[in-house]
């Protein structure tokens, strides 16, 4: 008998009739005299939909711990409907919120960390023989107010409960049969990984390959839960994430794409001491992440700094530096949205030369400039024209995984 934490996306319980199929999934592994702890997140599209309607009532945004009341709403249905449906079929079940099973967070709205599971209530719940779906991408912050985890929270849900009670697996259901060397929905090339490393899947996940939530990752390497990716509709092995796998004959474990980037250039700037810092510094207080940065000297003692940022911290990003205007006297702040960063990723490049310059090479033969790049032991990232994302993507890819 084991314990058994598993996942689904919004996808997998997008219309009733996929519900029903999680939850044959589900009695499965109970009938086999399994405990089995269940996180979902909001069907199909709802947290898009929801974010829309507020943005109907607010455009500007408004208050962060009224949206996240709101966005909360999406898994309260789905955990209420799968419950529904495994109740149907003839098993005990109980759907409890994040804040029933125990989760609490930090205030930061929108984006909040979870800090404990006190995981008694599912606990009491399993000794009853209860199958336990719990509500993904919530919790409760120190004021009792509910928060959400940030887009594709579920995950870090999910995990969050493995590490705290233990569990025997952590299985990730979505709507592909594993983790891929690409998007497979973009790059038809892709192919399926059986194994890869929580490292190499951290640095997939932060540069955009959405399949697993990267906080999720950073969370099952720390507290070392297995992790397995697969799919909800079909019946086979997925891909397994964990602390070594078997090194492979190729040197990239896979590409990514983010498009959730733009760039900041301030131009002529003083080429003096104190004015990186200045920048920085402020782009820091704003909690702004800065990417890659770029500094080139120009004539008459001047120089610019280019860097990215999120999205959507863009205009934020040019308020705060216009806020320096007078003490830092420059000439310009550009902000251009119309970026993509592409990633070649493997554990296997910090031991091989070569890997930058068959990147590049492959960006040239498919005609794409690069304007920024940025490396570590196990990433490569160009920085490139939106427009020329998934070309690129595709011609990388297929310039190291054959
Ligand atoms: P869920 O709703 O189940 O959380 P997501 O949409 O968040 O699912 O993640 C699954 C999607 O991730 C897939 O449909 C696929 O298009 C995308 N994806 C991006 N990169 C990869 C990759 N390297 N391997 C597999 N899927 C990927
Ligand atoms: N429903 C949330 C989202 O769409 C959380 C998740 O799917 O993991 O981001
Ligand atoms: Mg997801």
């Known amino acids: 008998m084991s314990l058994i934490v598993k996942k689904f996306g919004g996808s997998s319980v997008a219309n009733a009739e996929r519900v029903f199929?999680?939850?044959?999934?589900?009695?499965?592994?109970?009938?086999?005299?399994?405990?089995?702890?269940?996180?979902?997140?909001?069907?199909?599209?709802?947290?898009?939909?929801?974010?829309?309607?507020?943005?109907?009532?607010n455009p500007d945004g408004g208050s962060k711990r009224e949206l996240d009341m709101l966005l909360s709403a999406g898994e309260q249905i789905s955990i209420a409907l799968l419950a529904m449906a495994i109740e149907k079929l003839g098993f005990p079940v109980i759907s409890l919120l994040g804040w029933q099973a125990g989760f609490s967070t930090d205030s930061n709205h929108g984006i909040a960390r979870i800090k404990n599971v006190n995981s008694e209530r599912i606990r009491n719940e399993i000794a009853k023989r209860n199958i336990v779906i719990v509500a993904g991408f919530q919790g409760l912050n120190k004021y009792d107010d509910i928060t959400t985890l940030g887009r594709?929270?579920?995950?870090?849900?999910?995990?969050?409960?493995?590490?705290?009670?233990?569990?025997?697996?952590?299985?990730?259901?979505?709507?592909?049969?594993?983790?891929?060397?690409?998007?497979?929905?973009?790059?038809?090339?892709?192919?399926?990984?059986?194994?890869?490393?929580?490292?190499?899947?951290?640095?997939?996940?932060?540069?955009?390959a959405q399949v697993l939530?990267?906080?999720?990752?950073?969370?099952?390497?720390?507290?070392?839960?297995?992790?397995?990716?697969?799919s909800s509709l079909e019946n086979k092995?997925?891909?397994?994430?964990?602390?070594?796998?078997?090194?492979?004959?190729?040197?990239?474990?896979?590409?990514?794409?983010?498009?959730?980037?733009?760039?900041?250039?301030?131009?002529?700037?003083?080429?003096?001491p104190g004015v990186?810092?200045?920048?920085?510094?402020?782009?820091?207080?704003?909690?702004?992440?800065?990417?890659?940065?770029l500094q080139s000297v120009g004539r008459d003692s001047t120089k610019d700094i280019t860097f990215t940022v999120p999205k959507s911290d863009g205009k934020t990003a040019v308020q705060s530096i216009n806020s320096l205007k007078d003490s830092l006297n420059y000439k310009e702040v550009t902000l251009d949205e119309?970026?993509?960063?592409?990633?070649?990723?493997?554990?296997?490049?910090?031991?091989?030369?070569?890997?930058?310059?068959?990147?590049?090479?492959?960006?040239?033969?498919?005609?794409i400039n690069i304007r920024?790049?940025?490396?570590?032991e196990i990433k490569i990232s160009v920085l490139i024209d939106a427009?020329?994302?998934?070309?690129?993507?595709?011609?990388?890819?297929?310039?190291f995984i054959s």
């Open 213 to 230: 939530n990267n906080r999720s990752v950073e969370m099952a390497k720390k507290y070392n839960v297995e992790l397995e990716v697969l």
């Open 21 to 57: 199929n999680v939850a044959k999934i589900i009695i499965e592994d109970y009938k086999k005299g399994n405990d089995v702890v269940v996180v979902v997140s909001a069907q199909g599209d709802t947290t898009d939909d929801l974010i829309d309607k507020a943005n109907e009532i």
């Open 152 to 208: 594709g929270g579920s995950d870090t849900s999910a995990v969050a409960i493995a590490a705290s009670m233990k569990a025997d697996v952590c299985q990730i259901y979505t709507d592909v049969d594993g983790v891929y060397t690409a998007d497979p929905r973009k790059v038809p090339t892709a192919k399926k990984l059986d194994s890869i490393t929580y490292d190499e899947m951290l640095e997939l996940a932060t540069l955009g």
């Open 338 to 367: 119309s970026v993509a960063k592409v990633s070649v990723v493997g554990a296997g490049m910090e031991s091989h030369p070569g890997v930058a310059s068959k990147m590049f090479e492959a960006l040239y033969d498919a005609g």
């Open 372 to 376: 920024m790049i940025s490396t570590s």
């Open 237 to 272: 092995p997925g891909t397994i994430v964990k602390e070594t796998v078997k090194m492979e004959k190729t040197l990239i474990r896979g590409v990514a794409k983010d498009s959730n980037v733009a760039t900041i250039s301030v131009v002529g700037l003083q080429d003096t």
């Open 387 to 399: 427009e020329y994302a998934d070309k690129a993507v595709r011609a990388v890819h297929d310039a």
């Open 276 to 293: 990186a810092f200045k920048i920085f510094n402020k782009l820091a207080q704003h909690k702004i992440n800065v990417d890659i940065i």
